[in-house]
């Protein structure tokens, strides 16, 4: 073995005892939230006509007065010093998918001139970071560079420890000079705002009354982790997050025994400790567990409020990337860090309930309900139906063009999965049936009139094919990557469904007028959208190639790439929805493509440049000197005289030696062509024809240079190949 190989082993070797050092920790209950201010804290603080109004701007009413802001900053300025709190920070989501901070001292003097710690209601409120530092899609030159951040006040602040110091952090939105939205929540917060507003309508004309409905979701996040001994011999992992090239093993997945299976005492020890951190964060994470592949896991929340939701996952990706550091890890959620092992991606559980908590996907008690159930999931059929196209590019990246339709993962072509016994429901609806004649067996559902009607929650069938699936009461969007920030995907699906919602209302009013009742008038609706959106549902097996030309037939989009995804997007029918209902401006959604193409293109730039690193300084140098051990050994035997005709098999290795370094120079020469052609192209300013360039030529001219090189990883003798090996990034821990 090669000799830094080794010394990463044998140092991961004399790690020895792992512990969480939870032993004396308090209860969780007592720990849970003790990081942030809370809500509650909040209400504390304040009384009279400040609580009224605090409680208005909570509900998004009225924006935060002053007044109420003045009393807030000093109650949390007192808190956060007193928990060893020195700088604060805007905490906020720019769109390059991960978050931003600047920190501010509370250092501050009074009249006297003594130092005195201090935070006004406007450092609470409002700071103005330079946004020219941020990627804005070529929509913005340096010269009007403010940009403003904006406390969102449903989402509480916090105080973050890292390296024994403590950052109040106040979560906020990330916003131009004029308005222009420059992050990922801002969209979020509005089509919340927009799901709630046509959801609590339609609502209302089945005869439903509700003050607002809220978007919930709860993400499963997968990872993995690999000893950071291992990465740093690994400029790959390092700089892009994944391996460029690596020979798959011998003992991959084919046993299937890591899924669930015991969690590694390091690992576990490493779970608790962020579990306790994110506990202290108020995250409420529920489930952990070992994911598919060697090496992979999962962590899950308890469900909440998307805006809250999409917040604590930032923070989730945070600790657990911060924790492992500090257990000697590394925490990766590329897509697909390694070839031919299982990719990583992000469940987004995604539902609607009420403002009294009635969860819209949930078949409910009485008949009505199961109606009013059955309407809702033809609007999210419709939605997804209808902008499939949207909802692909949502989730559209470099590392999940990796991941979607590679026969592991959600295909690339977007359908929809509703389980053996919806499905059932759903037929009998398109073909007219009357529901109350349904038999339970059929249904499961009870329609009928005197019955408990239920939906058992676990007849819904797994199937982890599907890149939209129905969970019972709440849709699972498998297909986001598990590197991306839920955001914007998940803005995407409530602006097509909120739309779907206002076409269903504007429709139901229309046939109320014909129709005997409420109940048929919604029903007829119901089929309608049922009908329209048949081509999106698919129960069968989203790998096969029958699904694939079947799907064509039907009319549903296969991109399989993220040029492909953007292309179309990029066409105003697919995505016009965005601007007509209010989530984006015309000059946002443009904003937003081209920062998404912009950083497609950038990170295979990098993963190019990276890649001949690789080769000249690592496979090159070791195969080069594999050949002429073997040229050398080869010449040597020959010398002594003999069957000559027994050096066959060497001369065979030598030969196939040659050819793959050959092969791999020329290879080399073809990818250095690319990416000057990329520089020319770039020049023009086309973002699109960059990314697609990228996507078709120089990401296939990279898997054909790693081909090269991962033949060469197994021929060339261990003991000169210095790139640490999958078995060993993937077992060793
Ligand atoms: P599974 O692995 O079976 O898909 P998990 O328990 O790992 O399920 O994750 C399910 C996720 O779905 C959890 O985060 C859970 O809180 C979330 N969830 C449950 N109900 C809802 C809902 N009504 N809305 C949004 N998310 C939900
Ligand atoms: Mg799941």
Request: hydrophobic share 40%; proline share 4%.
């Amino acid at each position: 073995m090669h000799r830094t190989r080794l010394q990463a082993i044998n140092s991961i070797r004399k790690k020895g005892d792992f512990s969480s050092g939870n032993e004396n920790a308090p209860k969780v209950s007592e720990a849970f939230g003790e990081l942030i201010f809370s809500h509650s804290r909040m209400r504390a603080s304040l009384t009279g006509e400040r609580l009224i109004a605090f409680e208005k701007a909570l509900a998004g009413e009225k924006p935060l007065t002053e007044d109420v802001a003045k009393v807030l900053a000093v109650e949390i300025k007192n808190w956060a010093v007193k928990n060893g709190a020195t700088h604060f920070t805007h905490w906020f989501q720019p769109l390059t998918g991960l978050t931003a901070e600047k920190h501010d001292s509370f250092v501050g003097f009074d009249e006297k001139g003594e130092m005195v710690e201090g935070f006004s209601a406007s450092q609470l409120i409002q700071s103005e970071p330079d946004a020219s530092s941020f990627p804005s899609g070529g929509t913005r030159s340096t010269f009007e560079a403010r940009g403003y951040t904006a406390w969102d006040i449903s989402s509480p602040v916090f105080i973050r420890e890292h390296a024994g110091e403590r950052i109040l952090c106040v979560p906020s939105v990330f916003v131009s000079y004029t308005g222009h939205s420059l992050d990922t929540k801002t969209g979020l917060m509005r089509s919340m705002s927009k799901l709630s507003q046509s959801a609590t309508e339609f609502l209302a004309e089945i005869g439903e009354n509700t003050k607002k409905v809220v978007t919930t979701v709860g993400v499963e996040q997968e990872y993995f982790l690999v000893d950071k001994n291992f990465v740093d011999l690994r400029p790959d992992l390092l700089l892009t997050g994944r391996t460029l090239i690596g020979r798959d093993m011998p003992k991959g997945q084919q046993l299937e025994d890591h899924y669930f299976g015991a969690i590694p005492t390091r690992v576990q020890a490493f779970m608790a400790r962020a579990e306790r951190e994110l506990y202290r964060l108020g995250v409420p994470v529920k489930t952990r567990h070992n994911e598919v592949a060697p090496g992979q896991y999962e962590m899950a929340p308890v469900f909440e409020n998307a805006n809250l939701a999409s917040d604590h996952n930032m923070l989730t990706m945070e600790v657990l990337r911060k924790t492992a550091k500090q257990d000697g890890m590394e925490c990766l959620f590329h897509e697909k860090p390694f070839s031919g092992v299982n990719g990583s991606g992000k469940h987004n559980n995604w539902s609607m309930a009420t403002a009294e908590g009635d969860n819209l996907l949930n078949p409910g008690k009485t008949p009505a309900q199961n109606l009013r159930f059955l309407a809702v999931l033809s609007c999210v059929l419709k939605a997804v139906n209808k902008h499939q196209v949207a909802l692909r590019a949502s989730i559209a990246s470099h590392g999940n063009d990796h991941r979607l339709g590679a026969n592991e993962a959600p295909p690339a072509i977007i359908s929809v999965f509703m389980g053996d016994t919806l499905n059932k429901i759903l037929s009998f609806i398109e073909k007219g049936g009357d529901l109350t004649q349904m038999s339970a067996e059929q249904s499961m559902i009870d329609f009928g009139f005197n019955t408990l009607p239920m939906l058992p929650k676990d007849n819904t069938d797994r199937n982890r094919t599907s890149p939209f699936a129905f969970t019972g009461n709440k849709f699972e969007f498998r297909a986001v990557g598990s590197s991306q920030a839920i955001s914007y995907p998940v803005t995407i699906l409530n602006a097509a469904v909120s739309e779907a919602f206002s076409e269903f209302t504007t429709k139901l009013r229309e046939a109320k007028k014909t129709s005997i009742s409420t109940e048929s008038a919604v029903l007829q609706v119901t089929k309608e959208f049922v009908l329209e959106s048949k081509a999106i549902r698919f129960e069968g097996d989203g790998y096969s190639q029958e699904w694939r030309d079947e799907a064509k037939k039907l009319g549903l989009k296969e991109l399989l790439t993220t040029s492909d995804a953007l292309a179309e997007f990029s066409k105003p029918e697919h995505h016009k929805f965005l601007i007509e209902c209010g989530v984006y401006s015309e000059e946002e959604f443009g904003t937003i493509l081209n920062v998404q193409l912009e950083r497609y293109s950038k990170h295979i730039s990098i993963e190019a440049e990276t890649m001949k690193t690789l080769l000249r300084q690592y496979v090159l140098p070791a195969a080069l000197e594999h050949q002429v051990s073997l040229a050398k050994g080869l010449k040597c035997v020959e010398s002594v005289g003999g069957d000559t005709s027994l050096l066959r098999p060497q001369r065979e290795s030598l030969k196939e030696v040659s050819e793959q370094i050959n092969g791999a120079y020329m290879r080399l020469e073809e990818l250095k062509a690319l990416q000057l052609k990329a520089v020319k192209v770039e020049e023009t300013g086309d973002l699109l024809a960059l990314a697609t360039l990228f996507s078709k030529e120089v990401r296939p001219a990279m898997e054909k240079l790693r081909d090269h090189c991962d033949v060469l990883e197994s021929r060339v003798s261990d003991d000169l190949w210095p790139l640490p090996k999958y078995r060993e990034m993937l077992f060793i821990r």
